[in-house]
């Protein structure tokens, strides 16, 4: 059953619910084996970091900065800083120089929490370009502090701060002040012209989207959930603290690339991913069996049949399967599929929440197909996450984004945009009036950008009105702001990034012709024809050093990963542009869909 309170407070009620019963279960920066922490000891040390706060002068609704990977001190210092009514602003832990410089100065932090070496030393580059900022706090003890750095102090030496807990009165004073209207979060998503923007998200909309969401999404203390997605994520934020008010142990998964690892030592029942996850569970999955013998190959062949008869032609209708066909997946079920979800760590599957992109239909139905509840979502860092969902054990449409939320009012207008009002959307961009003024209709409802209808109650998407993509890995990218940086090189004459759904940013590059010519004739690249000057290893490979030094300041996930020369120039005719020149990309998508594929195989 939820515990019903405030963020402020939601550690400390729970210790008083659960004790000692295990909370949190980590690793440390480092790695290395698996630990825990009760809710008394997380209560514990979330009342130090609040009365830390208050020692170095943090006022309520001030912004905090958290730039991390997951960790047990992020949570603890979100709660913290909840706990004296103040905001945290999450980074991601890939965000680029430039990013944090904006954010800081944007949001005029004063306090800057990071995490491992990469992240503080890329703080400790802009602390002179940010003038607001007094203090770095570094969570991982191993973190390297220069000596010429006077504004860096470990997380342990900040905690000596609250020690003894010498502000608690005023601590629990502001406790019984907090209410919905505070602000909990700023989240800064990419905007189409390269600055983030804030959405504002207060705790009055996440104790909405709490109160609608464990209506649909079944998670109990019995549970035990994997943070896989970082906490800077609307949909991990979300989820992870829906579930500490259900009373889950919550396994914090620090270093993503190491998550089905994690998953094996573990054992979660839970998990909130992207689509690209369960892509790579399905290809990997696939090219085991590939390489087993032919009888193997025939059985799970076989199996996933019956499964997917099962799964999706019966149950997911809502139907009861025969009686034979039951009788047959409960037998592969127990010998075939089990060993399947074993591997995983999945033994005791509950269910996994997936959103942040489009599931493929062949992932989604391989997923139902080896007994995985997956709950297919849609939803955006303005609705706080969920706008709608699968319900587990009612029917649902292999391709639909499920039922719209309780509370959640969607409307489709005239020209397809999904249109949303509630108590779960956001209150505005933060510093942007102009933003906000855009972002809703007259009559107040929220403008997605993404296109889409309702049939037989549940939701569908369509395609990106707005020009912003969205990886398959969920992270949004402004492909204009990407285009104009590496457009001042010399060598490249036009460029369209290729983004939407897909795993990594590539592009479409088409060259200054006259200008590769030359530079081939001068380096000894002999070619017969632009076809040829293009393919040309030697050629690419100086393009990619070009590119790779304009795209230092991108994060990691906005750097163009692999490109292809055309050897022609982008048309009107075929409709590839427009009358004044800019670039049709649902065109474009389709006149070079086989070189984008390629760019795309593994």
Known sequence: MQTNCHMS???????KKYGDREMLIYQDFSGGEWKSLSWNQVSATVKQVSNALLNMGVKPQENIGIFSQNSVQYIECDFGAWGIRAVTIPFYATSSEQQIQFIVNDAKIRYLFVGEQEQYDK?????SLCPMLERIIVFDPAVHISTHDPSAIYFSDFLKLGENLPRQTEVEKLWREANDDDVANILYTSGTTGDSKGVILTHGQFHAAFEANSKCVPVTENDRIMNFLPYTHIFERGWAILCLYAGARMIVNTHPQEVQQSMRSTHPTCMSAVPRFWEKVYMGVMDKIEHSSAVQRKLFKHALAVGRKHNIEYLSLGKKPPVALHLEYEMLNRTVFSLVRKELGLENAHFFPTAGATVSAHVEEFVHSIGINMIVGYGLTESLATVS????GDPYTVGSVGIPIDSIDIRISDDGEILLKGPTITVGYYNRDDLTRQAFTPDGYFRTGDAGYMKGGELFLTERIKDLFKTSNGKYIAPQ??????LVDKYIDQIAIIADQRKFVSALIIPVYSLLEEYARANGVAFDSREQLCADPRIIDMMK????????????????????????????EKG????????RRRVLNENYKAEIDKMYEE
Do not use: G
């Open 9 to 15: 407070v939601l550690i400390h009620e729970q210790a």
């Open 123 to 127: 703080a400790r580059r802009v602390v």
């Open 389 to 392: 969902c699968n319900h587990l």
């Open 481 to 486: 702001m990407i285009e104009s940086k590496l």
């Open 545 to 572: 050093e070009r590119i790779d030094t304009l795209q230092q300041q991108l994060a990691h996930y906005e750097q163009v990963k692999r490109f292809t020369l055309l050897p022609h120039h982008l048309s009107m």
């Open 576 to 583: 590839e542009l427009t009358n004044t020149l800019k670039i």
